[in-house]
């Protein structure tokens, strides 16, 4: 093969040797625009390179992506059609519903599509899908990988696409055919992802990482200290036993935490973190609170318990209330907007169930569903679907407002007071 055909992605031919095995900390280039970045190596100021691939084996970055793209993935995505100003079905009968709740493509499944878009536009700034329209409506969205896209606006401020298929062909796709998701944009037809000014905090993460992986692969800091008494002198012997035990009980090695042997009066003194290993502690804490600044996830729902997250509340609840409302609504959004953009029908919709967040909360869930009995806007029907459950003979009524009951059907007692005075 060519080095274009490598480049590129071009399967090898039949019989053509295997690529040689990629060394530990090597990167593998896909596409020209990996392949400039690898060239330039864009380091920072700690001489770590952060691209998308290498981002993603920091903790706090992995989280936070897992978090916001399993949570798009997972919300149901309902496809509604307007019958009128106050009625709503479920419009299953159109081939958007078909591609947004059952096959996205031939090879996935919803979630796992949205799930990958999503990953997508939180490590590159865009997602991109193929439209595969047949009889005027999209039938199908082929993912691609958006360092194949390249997306340009024209002077007509119509957007165009480039995109490098996986033989090296090039084709360029109209706007209309291009399923384009992005966030936060400074042109406005591009999005700008969080890792291009994060690359400052995630690679002094990664430096701070290599430093833990050197230190204990190399036993480098000492755990402890042996002195001898005053006045003795350790023999040939005994020095030659104790560097051996040492060597066998050096951190990561078969016999790491056991019963050390000390010989000849031998004294086992431990060693405490200094002031410079708690300020290292700190700054990794330091850390992760920021990458998750960048992504607007809370650090303890990514595992960091280490603070209060006081400005969002204390409690579970309110950590996730906050994370609905100034994170995640954000992205859902923006999937509903580009979804709405494929329907040609102005009466049908495409809207997340958000209160399908709670559905594993059954305290909260139960009371929302009270007041809504109480109030009179759910019917025991309406709530038994959603929780999955068929309907019930006489399950179709709305009680009345408790409070009002009765109040419009004759005078209240003021007023017979009056009449009788």
Not at 106 to 120: E, G, I, N, S, V
Not at 255 to 277: F, M, Q, Y
Not at 345 to 364: C, Q
Request: charged share 25%; with cysteine; glycine share 10%.
């Amino acid at each position: 093969m060519s080095f274009w055909d490598i480049l590129l992605g071009r399967a090898p031919e039949a019989g053509s040797p295997r690529a040689s095995a990629i060394p530990d900390g090597g990167i593998v280039i896909t596409s020209p625009a990996e392949l400039e970045a690898a060239l330039r190596g864009e380091p920072t100021a700690t001489g770590e390179v952060v691209t998308p691939e290498t981002a993603l084996r920091v903790g706090a970055v992995f989280g936070c992506i897992r978090l916001i793209a399993g949570k798009v993935a997972t919300l149901p995505l309902d496809v509604n059609r307007r019958v009128d100003d106050r009625t709503r079905v479920e419009a299953s009968d159109t081939a958007m519903w078909e591609l947004m709740r059952r096959r996205p493509n031939r090879w996935q499944r919803p979630a796992q599509f949205k799930r990958m878009l999503q990953a997508h536009v939180l490590l590159r700034g865009n997602g991109y899908a193929l439209k595969s329209v047949s009889r005027g409506e999209v039938r199908e969205l082929v993912p691609l990988h958006p360092d194949r896209v390249t997306v340009r606006q024209l002077d007509n401020l119509e957007l165009e696409y480039d995109v490098v298929r996986r033989n090296g062909s090039r084709i360029t796709v109209p706007q209309s055919e291009m399923f384009h998701l992005y966030g936060l944009t400074l042109n406005g037809y591009c999005g700008v992802s969080p890792l291009t000014f994060a690359r400052e905090t995630i690679g002094q993460a990664r430096a701070r990482d290599r430093q833990v992986a050197g230190t204990f692969k190399n036993g480098a800091r000492p755990s402890g200290a042996v002195s001898m008494p005053d006045g003795k002198k350790l023999s040939d012997n005994a020095y030659n036993n104790l560097q051996r035990s040492l060597d066998e009980f050096r951190a990561g090695g078969e016999r790491d935490g056991g019963v050390l042997l000390l010989e000849e009066g031998l004294k086992w003194e431990t060693i405490s973190l200094s002031p410079t290993d708690l300020q290292w502690i700190e700054a990794q804490k330091l850390s992760r609170s920021e990458i998750c600044m960048f992504f607007g996830v809370p650090p303890s729902m990514i595992g960091d318990n280490s603070g209060s997250d006081s400005n969002w509340g204390t409690g579970l609840q309110q950590k996730s209330d906050g994370f609905g409302a100034y994170t995640l609504d954000d992205h859902l959004v923006m999937w509903e907007e580009e979804i709405g953009a494929m329907i040609s029908d102005p009466r049908i919709y495409a809207r997340f169930n958000r209160a399908a967040m709670v559905r594993t909360d059954i305290k909260t869930r139960n009371a929302a569903y009270v007041q809504a009995l109480q109030w009179g806007w759910m019917s025991p029907n309406e709530v038994r679907a959603l929780e999955d459950m068929n309907p019930r003979e006489g399950g179709d009524i709305y009680y009345p407002p408790p409070n009002t009951a009765g109040k419009a059907s004759g005078p209240t007692q003021k007023d017979d007071d009056d009449d009788d005075a």
